[in-house]
């Protein structure tokens, strides 16, 4: 974590999405914020309840409230300043409800800095820029395209790499692969490995992740040599054992269709594949049949030559009981090992990431 951080308090916008697959960038950040202090979400369709309750069954002090007023006589009461207003929503196709831009205006009013993740950048909207500038406070949007001066194109430098490289890929989008990612890192260094996550998406930048990209706002031309560089810097600076890769989207997603440029260019040794058992067809595509496990499985490997390792599962849908059957359905079906490691803890999956350590160390003896 960066000296200076958390950088602020934040209240996290998720209005009607908490709990859904649109709300799953105030999920991150309620799970896990490095780079804010989380005081409170909006959703006035769970008001008074306790978000970490909502999503994992499992309090964590984090409130729910109707709106921006209630949430900061909340912080108010509590002797605490709220200082940025985030937006956690996550729509397809990434615009902002309209309901959206007034709460940020109020936000601004009460001097607020905003951030948001969303594909309408709030800083070009002209009369929000100005109340911003006028209040002294920032609009930061994490999607906005970096100039082109600052990207890097593919070098081959990526060969420099020594760390042993994980990709976690999902069969669908908004299906936990960040989470699970974040999960193995923090296994792997209780374990005493070191361990970097390389975040792709604005909801990883949002946590803090060091060493990040924001995939969707780069030109195609230049993803390839962002992964490379993102992952080559956290080589060069902090020589990890391990270099945990986020995924985006899935490879066989019609809207989002996903990894390939990871898979490419960061070149993993292994993959983690996350999956939904409970889902049949594509989030938010109705008709778009979710292709098979063991076929998305086949094309992972067909197009890495790099073996899948284990199945981590979301269990949305599931019970406990549901959940291990689906587990023991999968390690039927693909011979692969399944973890539920929200519910259960990612130590069994470290465990596989350490002895593929440890076997590379044996290797290069």
Same mark, same amino acid.
């Given at each position: 974590?960066?000296?200076?951080?958390?950088?602020?308090?934040?209240?996290?916008?998720?209005?009607?999405?908490?709990?859904?697959?649109?709300?799953?960038?105030?999920?991150?950040?309620?799970?896990?914020?490095?780079?804010?202090?989380?005081?409170?979400?909006?959703?006035?369709?769970?008001?008074?309840?306790?978000?970490?309750?909502?999503?994992?069954?499992?309090?964590?002090?984090?409130?729910?409230?109707?709106?921006?007023?209630?949430?900061?006589?909340?912080?108010?009461?509590?002797?605490?300043?709220?200082?940025?207003?985030?937006?956690?929503?996550?729509?397809?196709?990434?615009?902002?409800?309209?309901?959206?831009?007034?709460?940020?205006?109020?936000?601004?009013?009460?001097?607020?800095?905003?951030?948001?993740?969303?594909?309408?950048?709030?800083?070009?909207?002209?009369?929000?820029?100005?109340?911003?500038?006028?209040?002294?406070?920032?609009?930061?949007?994490?999607?906005?395209?970096?100039?082109?001066?600052?990207?890097?194109?593919?070098?081959?430098?990526?060969?420099?790499?020594?760390?042993?490289?994980?990709?976690?890929?999902?069969?669908?989008?908004?299906?936990?692969?960040?989470?699970?990612?974040?999960?193995?890192?923090?296994?792997?260094?209780?374990?005493?490995?070191?361990?970097?996550?390389?975040?792709?998406?604005?909801?990883?930048?949002?946590?803090?992740?060091?060493?990040?990209?924001?995939?969707?706002?780069?030109?195609?031309?230049?993803?390839?040599?962002?992964?490379?560089?993102?992952?080559?810097?956290?080589?060069?600076?902090? %020589? &990890? #054992?391990?270099? =945990? *890769?986020?995924?985006?989207?899935?490879?066989?997603?019609?809207?989002?269709?996903? +990894? $390939?440029? /990871?898979?490419?260019?960061? %070149? &993993? #040794?292994?993959? =983690? *594949?996350?999956?939904?058992?409970?889902?049949?067809?594509?989030?938010?595509?109705? +008709? $778009?049949? /979710?292709?098979?496990?063991? %076929?998305?499985?086949?094309?992972?490997?067909?197009?890495?030559?790099?073996?899948?390792?284990?199945?981590?599962?979301?269990?949305?849908? /599931?019970?406990?009981?549901?959940?291990?059957?689906?587990?023991?359905?999968?390690?039927?079906?693909?011979?692969?090992?399944?973890?539920?490691?929200?519910?259960?803890?990612?130590?069994?999956?470290?465990?596989?990431?350490?002895?593929?350590?440890?076997?590379?160390?044996?290797?290069?003896?």
């Amino acid at each position: 974590m960066s000296d200076n951080w958390p950088v602020g308090n934040a209240i996290v916008y998720c209005e009607g999405a908490f709990g859904t697959t649109n709300g799953k960038t105030a999920h991150g950040l309620v799970r896990r914020s490095e780079r804010y202090r989380l005081l409170s979400v909006i959703d006035s369709t769970k008001a008074g309840a306790d978000a970490g309750d909502v999503l994992d069954e499992k309090p964590n002090g984090i409130a729910i409230h109707a709106d921006l007023r209630a949430a900061r006589q909340a912080a108010s009461e509590a002797g605490v300043e709220p200082t940025h207003f985030v937006i956690g929503l996550a729509p397809d196709g990434g615009s902002m409800p309209a309901a959206g831009r007034a709460a940020i205006e109020e936000a601004i009013r009460a001097d607020l800095h905003v951030v948001s993740g969303l594909h309408d950048f709030v800083s070009e909207d002209a009369e929000l820029a100005a109340l911003a500038s006028e209040r002294g406070v920032t609009i930061v949007d994490v999607r906005k395209p970096p100039p082109r001066s600052a990207l890097h194109f593919f070098s081959g430098k990526i060969e420099q790499v020594d760390s042993l490289r994980i990709a976690v890929l999902g069969t669908d989008s908004a299906v936990g692969k960040r989470t699970t990612a974040w999960l193995l890192i923090d296994a792997l260094r209780r374990r005493g490995r070191t361990a970097e996550l390389i975040g792709t998406g604005q909801t990883a930048w949002l946590q803090g992740a060091r060493f990040s990209i924001v995939e969707d706002s780069l030109i195609s031309d230049f993803m390839s040599g962002e992964i490379e560089h993102a992952v080559w810097r956290a080589w060069d600076e902090q %020589r &990890p #054992e391990v270099i =945990v *890769l986020e995924g985006q989207g899935s490879l066989l997603n019609p809207a989002y269709p996903g +990894g $390939y440029e /990871l898979l490419a260019a960061g %070149r &993993p #040794e292994a993959v =983690v *594949l996350q999956h939904a058992p409970a889902r049949t067809e594509y989030d938010g595509f109705p +008709g $778009y049949k /979710l292709h098979p496990l063991g %076929r998305q499985i086949e094309a992972i490997e067909v197009i890495s030559d790099r073996p899948v390792v284990a199945v981590t599962i979301n269990h949305e849908g /599931l019970d406990s009981e549901a959940g291990r059957a689906a587990a023991a359905s999968i390690t039927a079906e693909t011979g692969l090992p399944a973890f539920d490691v929200l519910r259960d803890g990612a130590d069994p999956l470290a465990e596989i990431i350490e002895r593929l350590c440890e076997h590379r160390s044996e290797g290069l003896s």
